[in-house]
């Protein structure tokens, strides 16, 4: 039997292996992905996102600030998707339209209309183009659930976001 002929088989299957790999780092590191190019593909679960992360006390806002003085908001620690559902829960719906009315115009681009839906009830509808006439609308929902007091957690809740151009 030659031995030399099986380290020549054995080397041949090491360079072919190490091509093999090779080729396929290759292939797999040039592979990238395309940004979305338009941001309002993301902007309504950016907005979901906001303000079901967004505590009261880090949104500093003339609104928010009066609302706090007049007891309407009582736990800062609230996120403002919290704070709106506490306010839905209690039925007081000049503070909930006020609240989602001034976080739409902060933080949606003014061009760009957007409307707030709770249990099928719109909260607020800021319209620059009506929806029938959109070129994109983009939607999110969840649910969600709130603690208004000790004892007493309200939900589960639908939350929806439309925003359209």
């Given at each position: 039997m030659d031995k030399r002929g099986a380290y020549f088989f054995v080397i041949d299957a090491i360079i072919a292996g190490v091509v093999l790999v090779a080729g396929l780092m290759f292939i797999f590191s040039t592979y990238?992905?395309?940004p979305e190019s338009d941001p309002t593909v993301r902007a309504s679960e950016d907005f979901l996102l906001f303000?079901?992360?967004?505590?009261?006390?880090?949104?500093?806002?003339?609104?928010?600030s009066n609302m706090t003085l007049d007891g309407n908001i009582t736990r800062i620690d609230n996120t403002i998707l919290e704070q709106?559902?506490?306010f839905y829960y209690n039925g007081k719906q000049p503070q909930?339209?006020?609240?989602?009315?001034n976080v739409i115009n902060n933080v949606v681009s003014p061009e760009r209309s957007a409307v707030i839906v709770i249990n099928s009830t719109i909260i607020h509808n800021k319209t620059v183009t009506p929806m029938e006439r959109s070129k994109l609308l983009v939607s999110a929902k969840r649910m969600s659930f709130?603690?208004?007091?000790e004892t007493l957690i309200f939900g589960p809740v639908w939350i929806e976001v439309k925003i359209w151009v």
């Amino acid at each position: 039997m030659d031995k030399r002929g099986a380290y020549f088989f054995v080397i041949d299957a090491i360079i072919a292996g190490v091509v093999l790999v090779a080729g396929l780092m290759f292939i797999f590191s040039t592979y990238s992905v395309k940004p979305e190019s338009d941001p309002t593909v993301r902007a309504s679960e950016d907005f979901l996102l906001f303000i079901s992360s967004t505590k009261i006390r880090d949104y500093y806002n003339p609104v928010i600030s009066n609302m706090t003085l007049d007891g309407n908001i009582t736990r800062i620690d609230n996120t403002i998707l919290e704070q709106m559902m506490e306010f839905y829960y209690n039925g007081k719906q000049p503070q909930l339209e006020a609240l989602a009315l001034n976080v739409i115009n902060n933080v949606v681009s003014p061009e760009r209309s957007a409307v707030i839906v709770i249990n099928s009830t719109i909260i607020h509808n800021k319209t620059v183009t009506p929806m029938e006439r959109s070129k994109l609308l983009v939607s999110a929902k969840r649910m969600s659930f709130t603690r208004i007091n000790e004892t007493l957690i309200f939900g589960p809740v639908w939350i929806e976001v439309k925003i359209w151009v």
